[in-house]
């Protein structure tokens, strides 16, 4: 399985983004897909995550009500940024977990993309 994430770039402080994460290599029915950030300096931690049908979502405190994750179908994820913050300036991964239900734990996360830059400027 291969993920790729794209969408990052450099927003001002406020503004929005979408991320997009496209699967392959075989069909994620089943699996949660979720998304990760790591800022300089700091592990990499949990952002958001959705089963199979969409009925399993979890956010980190930290963007709930400014982010939301959607799923238009087994192997496309994205996220929506919203009213972004210097703070949420890191690299976003996009996971998959084997499970029915979301996680936040990402040793649990079996496959991992590459990565896409976000800065937000203030």
């Known amino acids: 399985v291969q993920l790729q994430a794209f969408g990052g770039g450099l927003v001002q402080a406020g503004g929005s983004l979408r991320l997009s994460c496209a699967a392959s290599?075989?069909?994620?029915?089943?699996?949660?897909m979720g998304w990760f950030r790591q800022a300089p300096g700091k592990e990499r931690e949990f952002v958001a995550a959705?089963?199979?049908?969409?009925?399993?979502v979890l956010y980190a405190d930290s963007v709930k009500g400014r982010f939301t994750i959607s799923r238009a179908n087994a192997n496309t994820v994205y996220l929506q940024m919203n009213s972004l913050k210097p703070e949420d300036t890191a690299v976003y991964y996009c996971?998959?977990?084997?499970?029915?239900?979301?996680?936040?734990?990402?040793?649990?996360?079996?496959?991992w993309g590459q990565g896409t830059e976000v800065t937000v400027s203030s």
């Open positions: 996971a998959a977990d084997r499970s029915y239900l979301s996680t936040r734990n990402r040793d649990e996360y079996d496959y």
């Open positions: 290599g075989r069909t994620l029915s089943g699996y949660v």
């Open positions: 959705i089963n199979w049908n969409g009925g399993s």
